[in-house]
């Protein structure tokens, strides 16, 4: 269908109108939709041709609200791994970077001035410059953005629901659990679950209990890598075989809430808990890490995904009303995602308790340092259970559009095909949730990845072509540029190295 309105739109001059595709021929809006992939994905509400009439502020609200996510789960872990100072340099550097590079994508159409460019999207430049190598390896890392956060979807909601079911057996039972692991001992306790990762991996038993035989009966059926990542499947296998995922983007509003009351939940802990710091800058101590350490690069691959929005940028922006501030309401909106990851990731760092527990003790979702019997954190889980549940179709039915959109012509050949991938997509997360249940890892994988191709070498590479092919291509803008990719190409291959 993009392929035919092309097709119609080049038989005419740019300025003629006759053969623009009419509105029935246009997809009908409910099935527009946009994601970014541990963020948002949601169905437009308009999308029309021309420009929208969303407000400013409005503007700004969706790219935040699309941006944000899960990965917010895993800042103040990268903190960790960077050290204090560093973490928080590299974020707001990070920031900055992608920032540029999707100021670079927003204005890519409008460096091709021999075609109407009005109704493309990112993909379609990317076959202008590159043709169909550009189309399919936009496709490939997509679905390498789209699968990876399936995957960390899968493991968290493995987690949320393992920690929902333990808190409702301690509260039936009257269990403590946080005696089973090193933790603070106070109205609000912070545990330490790694200290015990290498005598229980899964996190999940609770040792003092071992004659209980209810007890025992519990943690073998309810076990948070070898039997709770297999419940899900009953759960949200069906839901991804559904032709349409209408109804779930009707949740989108529980992705705000979730963040809002994350926000909410690490300002009352770091309130009640108070500020724990030690600056030490190269030297590691018993309770505090280094503001300077070399595992900054992990925190740059958990950020390329967390500042992700490039493929998407454009139709979001189709329906800002006021085009001519595009750039600052995009700016405003990533100032605003920065300033909210240094918020979750600074609280987090400096209010863990240190001494009693150390800064090493930072889990990759910093939720699983609250005991599951936190009712705080318990809330918490509960919302980012129910949202996740609502966004996994949405993201198993992009999966879908994409692949089987473009290898068969058709979203939904048949029952066959569609459970053929969506269980593969299933599998992996399950397999995952049971061997590498490391969000932390996944997401830096996955963000360098897929950042590689969206985040730094196609904008780059695209400015470059069209400076050249205009003959204002200078030295200073090429070395900048091939120095973006450079930058990506090592946080990619640094990945594996850490």
């Not at 808190?167 to 933790?183: G, K």
């Not at 309810?222 to 209408?246: A, C, E």
């Not at 609502?390 to 473009?406: D, I």
């Not at 400015?463 to 291509?473: G, P, Q």
Request: net charge neutral; proline share 5%.
């Amino acid at each position: 269908m993009n392929k035919r309105i092309h097709y119609y739109s080049r038989l005419t001059a740019p300025a003629d109108k006759a053969l623009i595709a009419p509105d029935h021929v246009v997809p009908a809006p409910e099935e527009c939709y946009v994601y970014s992939p541990l963020g948002s994905a949601y169905k437009l509400q308009s999308y029309t041709e021309g420009y929208g009439k969303n407000t400013s502020l409005v503007t700004i609200f969706m790219i935040w609200n699309t941006m944000m996510g899960t990965s917010i789960l895993s800042i103040p872990w990268g903190i960790k791994q960077a050290g204090f100072t560093t973490g928080m340099c590299v974020i707001m550097l990070m920031g900055i970077l992608t920032l540029y590079c999707c100021y670079r994508v927003v204005k890519s159409r409008a460096m091709i001035s021999s075609v109407d460019t009005t109704t493309w999207e990112y993909p379609d430049v990317c076959r202008y410059y590159f043709g169909s190598f550009g189309q399919w390896s936009s496709l490939l890392f997509s679905l390498v953005s789209l699968i990876g956060a399936m995957i960390v979807y899968w493991v968290l909601m493995s987690n949320f629901l393992f920690n929902t079911g333990r808190f409702i057996f301690n509260f039936i039972h009257h269990i403590n659990d946080t005696d089973a692991v090193l933790s603070t001992n106070d109205s609000n306790p912070v545990i330490c679950p790694s200290a015990g990762s290498d005598d229980h991996p899964d996190n999940g038993s609770m040792i003092f209990y071992a004659n209980d035989t209810g007890l025992q009966q519990f943690e073998k059926w309810w076990n948070k890598s070898k039997t709770v990542p297999f419940y899900l499947i009953g759960l949200l296998l069906p839901l991804l075989n559904f032709k349409s995922p209408s109804f779930f983007s009707k949740f989108n509003i529980l992705g705000t809430v979730s963040v809002l009351y994350l926000i909410f939940l690490v300002t009352f802990k770091a309130i009640h808990l108070g500020f724990h710091l030690e600056f030490h800058w190269l030297m590691q101590t018993e309770y505090f890490v280094p503001e300077i350490r070399f595992q900054f690069p992990q925190l740059t691959g958990v950020l390329t995904l967390a500042f992700f929005i490039h493929n998407c940028i454009i139709t979001l922006l189709k329906n800002n009303k006021n085009q001519e501030n595009n750039v600052r309401d995009l700016s405003i909106a990533y100032m605003l995602v920065t300033l909210t990851y240094l918020y979750i990731g600074v609280l987090v760092f400096a209010s863990f308790p240190s001494p009693p527990l150390t800064k090493d003790c930072i889990e990759q979702n910093f939720l699983d340092n609250f005991p599951s019997g936190d009712i705080l954190s318990f809330i918490a889980r509960i919302f980012l259970l129910f949202q996740m549940m609502t966004v996994y179709p949405l993201l198993g039915y992009l999966a879908r559009v994409q692949l089987l959109g473009h290898v068969f012509g058709d979203i939904y050949p048949s029952i066959f095909h569609v459970l053929i991938l969506n269980l593969i997509i299933v599998g992996a997360g399950v397999i995952m949730a049971c061997f590498y249940p490391n969000i932390g890892g996944i997401i830096r994988y996955s963000g360098a990845a897929c950042g590689l191709a969206f985040v730094f070498i196609y904008p780059s590479l695209i400015y470059i072509i069209s400076l050249r092919r205009e003959d204002r291509l200078t030295w200073p803008k090429l070395i900048f540029h091939i120095f973006i990719i450079i930058l990506g190409l090592a946080n990619l291959i640094v990945q594996f190295f850490m």
